[in-house]
C-alpha cells in the first residue's frame, strides 16, 4: 500500500511537469531602419524598434530572398504577465561592404520598406 502512493505521488509529479506553462517566448518587432555614416568596410544602419523590460535583444535573423537581405531584430519575452508600457529601443547593425553594384535591405516581418544601397 506504501509503495502505490509513492508511485502516485511520482506520477502526479511528473504529469505536473510535463504540463508545467511556460511563458517565454521570441518575438520579431517591427524596424524603423536608418542608414548613418560609418567606415569605408561596412554599411551602418541603426534600427529602432518599440519592446517592454519583460523582453530582450536576442540577436539578428538575418537570410536573403529574391535578391533582398532581410533582417529581423530578435526579442525573447520572458514573462507570463506583463504590463509593462513599451519604450523605443535603438540598437546598430553594421554588414561588411558588398561588392560594386545595387544592394537591397528589408526590415523586419512587419515593414514593407525596401532600402537601397548603391556601390560604386
Known sequence: ?????????????????????TCTSENYPPIKASRVEGTADSI????SYYTSRCE????FKEF????????YIKSFFE?????????????????????????YYKWGPYNGAIDTVVIH
Do not use: W, Y
Not at 502505490?4 to 508545467?20: D, E, F, P, Q
Not at 551602418?44 to 534600427?47: A, E, I
Open 64 to 71: 536573403d530572398s529574391a535578391g533582398v537581405h532581410v533582417v
Open 1 to 21: 500500500m506504501k509503495f502505490n502512493h509513492v508511485l502516485l505521488g511520482i506520477v502526479c509529479l511528473a504529469a505536473a511537469a510535463c504540463h508545467k506553462t
Open 44 to 47: 551602418r544602419f541603426n534600427l
Open 79 to 103: 514573462s507570463c504577465d506583463c504590463t509593462d508600457t513599451l519604450q523605443r529601443t535603438e540598437r546598430p547593425f553594421a554588414v561588411k561592404t558588398p561588392g560594386p553594384g545595387t544592394h
Open 56 to 59: 530582450r535583444f536576442s540577436g
